[in-house]
């Protein structure tokens, strides 16, 4: 039989416990701190977590983004951390370095099976907690330790295996294996199991008749069904109809069973008694520090599974270099997400795109026909540094960004029916409000701007505007359709333009590549199509 | 608990029929046959029809099996029509029952499976009587097996023991349930237990009482305790209902099974009957494996032309010895398409393990058999005729493999007769390279001509007779092509009112 523990020490037991962790009851809580944050404690709360998403989720798409990584997690609340940017390098490696880790498929199954546990846990004590009657909360309750007990102890076995790198996720393994490692911890699992091999033991009888019901014990009473069975069984000719009925899983036993199960327990006292005790005992045995873990990993699972989708289809992704001070970004083979999630989705194919700034440049003036991949290019730039900026790797084969104090964004609103110069209004004073958010470090993000007004205003008013953000010397990505604003001959400037296929102009590549914005694309593809380009020409003339 | 009527060890499985099952009845005019085999019984023509179309599945151990229980049916009839007629009984009497609709509830299930098997089991007891009665009489492999089998397995120890079960099952003393405790500590396992029978002295009984049980007594106006209760009770009954229903459920799959095997053989008999009648002969073919070339019949003709005309039809004699082709030309209405009916009918009769239409018939068995046939009706508009007679033709060999036998009738006429020639010729070498029995029936003489000066040893030539006045004997008589111009005038009107 197993140990006994004396019932009677049980409230000066807990008193004992402050100044002694290993010993059995109720354990304090890991001192471990936040696998999200470095020194949680000093993190400005704005870079924790944020109910409402920034400001220039809706134009980056990056809402649909979140909702695709954060799908069939909702119970961990995981967007809020999503939408808060990091504010230091040393936040953004402390993130990098645990994804990194995570990135090994053993430690993502580890917690992906410590998750199932717990959430298993869980049901359970929710189970127990709505349940009606006292004996079978008590076995709710017991199963949940057990639950519990074999998710500490494997993560903390896998973990300790796992030959982990980060920071946070060593501090939180070398907390947890103390903790699976001290006497309360093994007294809690060893005492749950015993009982609840006891419990499982248990076999008794119910001769019903009609109105009563009498439980006794089972005395070797043969298998009716099996000696009939075995009667027929000369007939058998192969599968048939199933006759068995479809009971509905109850939740919850209704009171005969729990008249059936206090006649058991009548039975069986022994065991009965031990299980009341040990709900008395244990009736808080989880640790919110482990509970915390259990969703704090979950925003680095969450993500990796949703880059798993991309890897899977071929397309790059990598741990980004974060500067906060060079502004010379850059990223090849690089790519819409909300786009790319789409597009592998339907088996289309996804067009990935390069971008650098060199020495002083700053601004990306983006033109070229439409529906080429212009306002893609702008979401990617602006999603690529949000999610640098969480910590994450993003799309690409490489990149280095720039860890920015704001990312503003000015999208034309599609819906808007206003006339003309309620418009331009409207553009004018979002783009004002921007610009006075905006500091050297910002991040903006102008698509389409002065699109209802006259060519003349719109270059005019373009132009004071890129003036203005070269002399802020914040980063800049501006898709326009006038081609005037890229020419600029300023050094701060970079000019890129939507291609088009070679051989069919009409045919969008949704490629963009830096090149002056001359209108020469269109002629020089139609010459190609002609095979009249140089490099036809050296091929088809014979020497 | 089996047949074994059509297989010597598995049952009847029809549920694949070949792919070309329309053409081949519409071409060898089997509803003919197999409304002579049914007389009206839907299962029967079921079954025969199955039967027909899956025989190239079988080896000559097979049919040789099937022809000896057909013997014993062609000669004790009224056994085999009684037993037959139980199958149904019994099953008719399960069908028009109210036991048949069961509820869904265990309760429900196990009283409907108790009353049905009780019913079952009395019709059992009738099959072993028949059995027992018409042993004797019969001879072959396949019945004396059935009818051993009842007698072991029904008997009366084990009929007797059936009954107890039965009676037990309405619980006069309570329903007696094992249990464990499974999450939450609900019940869990239900297993419903034999009460243990109590033999000791009753002084004994009194004295031993074992521990006490504790008895909860649902109280009277409680309906939801009692329906709990009944519940608990379902739990307990529902592996043994479903263990009994499904034991009736096979009871009765086997008396389906023993009825579509007895009704092919009822077809058979039926079919025998009507061509006995018409003083028309039938043999029991001997078959040689696929790829032993052999074709040898005396009087072979068709069954469905005999009974559609009611009266003895003129047979034919054909020796092809170990020639893979058959070609059939000559003088049109002289017996040609009727013919090449009759192989085929032969053909599939005799894999099926039914007798022939012949006085004798030593056949190769065929690993499929496939028709083209020259359709009248184009189902499509946009197709030229020969274009739709080649893309038949592509999907036949789709399907083809060595050893089968293709009938061709008049094939490839939809064209000229250079052009037909050359198509044949290209189809029929090929078809004889790769191990295809051809049988073809045509006009096309520059092409059985050449067939005939090139390859001579592998084919067969059969010319309907045409008596110097003109008269048709509608019989085939082997020689070479004839260039005359009957086939040429004939294909030519065809072809103009073809155009």
Excluded at chain 2, 245 to 263: G, I
Excluded at chain 2, 265 to 287: D, I, K, Q, R
Excluded at chain 2, 351 to 374: I, P, R, W
Excluded at chain 2, 464 to 469: F, G, H, K, S, T
Aim: charged share 25%; net charge neutral.
């Amino acid at each position: 039989m197993r140990e006994e523990v004396e019932p009677p020490a049980l409230r000066a037991h807990d008193a004992d416990d402050a100044d002694d962790a290993d010993d059995a009851g109720a354990a304090p809580a890991l001192r471990c701190g936040s696998i999200l944050f470095p020194g949680a404690d000093d993190v400005p709360a704005r870079w924790q977590e944020a109910r409402e998403p920034p400001d220039c989720f809706h134009d980056l798409n990056l809402g649909r983004v979140v909702e695709a990584i954060t799908a069939g997690r909702q119970e961990y609340d995981l967007a809020p951390i999503f939408h808060a940017p990091l504010g230091s390098l040393d936040a953004v490696a402390y993130r990098q370095e645990a994804m990194r880790d995570m990135e090994h498929r053993a430690l993502r199954q580890a917690v992906a099976a410590f998750a199932e546990r717990m959430r298993a846990m869980r049901r359970l004590l929710a189970a127990a907690k709505e349940s009606a009657y006292e004996l079978a909360r008590q076995r709710w309750h017991l199963a949940a330790v057990e639950v519990y007990t074999e998710a500490v102890e494997r993560l903390a076995h896998d973990l300790g295996g796992a030959g982990l790198a980060a920071r946070g996720l060593r501090g939180f393994r070398d907390a947890l294996a103390d903790r699976a490692r001290s006497a309360a911890f093994r007294t809690l699992k060893d005492e749950a199991r015993s009982l609840a091999a006891a419990l499982q033991a248990i076999r008794y009888c119910m001769l019903i008749r009609d109105g009563s019901i009498t439980v006794c014990r089972y005395r070797g009473e043969s298998d009716h069904g099996a000696a009939v069975a075995e009667t027929f069984r000369k007939f058998q000719q192969g599968a048939v109809k199933d006759y068995l009925y479809k009971f509905e899983d109850r939740p919850s036993m209704n009171h005969v069973e729990a008249e059936v199960l206090e006649r058991v327990a009548l039975l069986e006292p022994d065991a009965f008694a031990a299980l009341a005790r040990f709900y008395g005992q244990h009736a808080d045995f989880v640790d919110p520090a482990i509970v915390r873990f259990d969703r704090e990993i979950q925003f680095y699972a969450a993500y990796l599974d949703y880059v798993d989708r991309f890897r899977g289809a071929g397309l790059p992704f990598c741990y980004p270099q974060v500067s906060d001070r060079h502004r010379q970004v850059g990223a090849r083979d690089t790519f819409d997400l909300a786009l790319a999630d789409k597009l592998v989705r339907e088996n289309g194919t996804v067009v990935c795109n390069d971008f650098t700034l060199r020495g002083p440049e700053r601004i990306f003036v983006v033109t070229g026909p439409n529906q080429g991949g212009k306002t893609t290019f702008a979401r990617t730039f602006g999603q690529l540094h949000h999610l640098a900026s969480l910590g994450c790797p993003v799309p690409g084969l490489e990149a280095r960004l720039f860890l920015y104090d704001r990312l503003l964004t000015h999208f034309e609103r599609e819906e808007d029916i206003v006339n003309l110069r309620g418009k331009l209004e409207d553009d004018l004073v979002r783009i004002h409000r921007i610009l006075d958010q905006a500091t050297p470090n910002s991040i903006l993000i102008l698509n389409e701007i002065f699109s209802s007004t006259t060519l003349a205003d719109a270059l005019l008013l373009g132009r004071e505007v890129l003036r203005r953000i070269v002399r802020l010397d914040a980063l800049c990505v501006c898709v326009t359709f006038l081609e005037e604003l890229a020419a600029r001959s300023e050094e701060t400037t970079v000019s890129m333009v939507s291609a088009v296929d070679p051989c069919d102009p009409a045919l969008r590549t949704f490629k963009i590549e830096r090149r002056a914005a001359d209108g020469l694309a269109h002629a020089l593809s139609i010459a190609e199509k002609h095979r009249v380009t140089y490099r036809w020409l050296r091929e088809r003339l014979r020497t | 608990m089996k047949a074994l009527l059509m297989h010597r060890d598995r049952d009847f499985d029809a549920r694949e029929l070949p792919w070309n099952q329309r053409a081949l009845v519409q071409d060898l005019e089997l509803p003919t046959l197999l409304a002579a085999m049914a007389r009206g019984d839907k299962l029967v023509h079921e079954v025969a029809l199955k039967a027909l179309l899956t025989g190239c599945r079988n080896d000559p151990d097979t049919i040789l099996y099937r022809q000896a229980i057909a013997r014993d049916a062609l000669a004790n009839p009224a056994a085999l029509r009684e037993l037959y007629g139980l199958t149904w009984e019994a099953l008719e009497s399960k069908r028009k029952s109210f036991w048949g609709v069961w509820g869904r509830h265990p309760s429900s299930v196990l009283f409907g499976a108790t009353e049905m098997m009780q019913m079952f089991a009395g019709m059992l007891r009738r099959l072993r009587g028949i059995a027992r009665a018409h042993a004797a009489s019969f001879a072959s492999e396949g019945f004396t097996a059935l009818f051993g089998m009842l007698e072991r397995e029904l008997t009366d120890e084990y009929l007797a023991r059936v009954e107890a079960h039965l009676a037990g099952l309405r619980f006069r003393g309570g329903v007696l349930i094992s249990a464990e405790l499974g999450p939450g500590n609900a019940g869990r396992r239900f297993v419903l237990r034999e009460p243990h029978e109590d033999r000791r002295p009753w002084l004994r009984r009194v004295l031993a009482r074992d521990p006490p049980g504790y008895t909860y007594r649902v109280p009277d106006r409680d309906e939801a305790g009692a329906q709990a209760l009944s519940d608990l009770r379902d739990r307990g009954i529902d592996r043994v209902a479903n263990a009994l229903a499904q034991s009736a459920d096979h009871v009765e799959s086997f008396l389906q099974l023993l009825r579509a095997e007895l009704a092919f053989y009822v077809g058979c008999l039926n079919l025998h009957e009507s061509l006995a009648a018409l003083a028309a002969p039938t043999c029991f073919p001997w078959p040689s494996a696929a790829g032993q070339r052999r074709l040898r019949c005396r009087g072979l003709y068709d069954p469905c032309l005999a009974l559609q005309m009611q009266r003895r039809i003129v047979g034919n004699g054909v020796d092809a010895g170990a020639r893979s082709a058959v070609i059939v030309t000559g003088a049109n209405q002289g017996g040609k398409s009727s013919f090449l009916r009759a192989v085929g009918v032969a053909q599939l009769a005799m894999q099926c393990g039914m007798f022939a239409a012949a006085e004798s018939f030593d056949g190769e068995l065929c690993t499929g058999l496939v028709t083209h046939y020259k359709r009248e009706e184009d189902a499509t508009l946009e197709r030229g005729k020969l274009d739709e007679e080649l893309a038949r033709m592509s999907e036949i060999v789709d399907h083809l493999a060595p050893n089968a036998m293709v009938l061709l009738n008049e094939s490839f006429a939809a064209t000229n007769e250079r052009e037909g020639s050359e198509i044949a010729r290209q189809v029929v070498s090929a078809l004889l390279e790769k191990g295809i029995k051809v049988f073809f029936v045509t006009h096309l003489h520059a092409f059985a001509h050449r067939l005939f000066e090139t390859a001579g040893g592998q084919a067969a030539f059969l010319r309907a007779e045409r008596l110097p006045d003109g008269t048709r004997t509608f019989r085939l008589v082997e020689g070479e092509p004839l260039a005359t111009s009957y086939g040429r005038d004939l294909y030519e009107r065809i072809f103009a009112a073809g155009a």
